[in-house]
């Protein structure tokens, strides 16, 4: 069975930064397309990031362009979100997706596997 863990939220005033990690279940060359989902209070799961199974291509949110860099680290399993300059209206639950497909994927529909979350709070 597929498990995938997200770490490394908290809270954080408006300007600092943080670092999500993703950890997924046996190799992440099994889950090649990986992705950052995020869910505000009252909102809908919205994307923020996504990566390919190389890491070669990656996308951004409009809103999280220029401050947010998205990784990973195949032979550690791993998946990353740098998140810098954050404002308080990053505050979220931030959650970790996978695929099996290598295109890079935008819609949580297209993402099987989920992590339960990592809740990061931006005071102002």
């Known amino acids: 069975q597929v498990q995938v863990a997200e770490s490394g939220g908290g809270l954080v005033q408006a300007g600092d930064s943080l670092r999500l990690s993703c950890t997924a279940s046996g190799s992440t060359l099994i889950h090649p397309g990986m992705g950052w989902f995020r869910q505000a209070p009252g909102n809908e799961r919205v994307f923020v990031a996504a990566?390919?199974?190389?890491?070669?291509?990656?996308d951004y949110a409009d809103s999280v362009k220029g401050r947010f860099t998205i990784s990973r680290d195949n032979a550690k399993n791993s998946m990353y979100l740098q998140m810098n300059s954050l404002k308080p209206e990053d505050t979220a639950v931030y959650y970790c997706?996978?695929?099996?497909?290598?295109?890079?994927?935008?819609?949580?529909?297209?993402?099987?596997?989920w992590g339960q979350g990592t809740q990061v709070t931006v005071s102002s």
């Open positions: 990566i390919d199974w190389d890491g070669g291509s990656t």
């Open positions: 997706a996978t695929t099996a497909d290598y295109d890079l994927k935008h819609q949580a529909s297209e993402f099987p596997y």
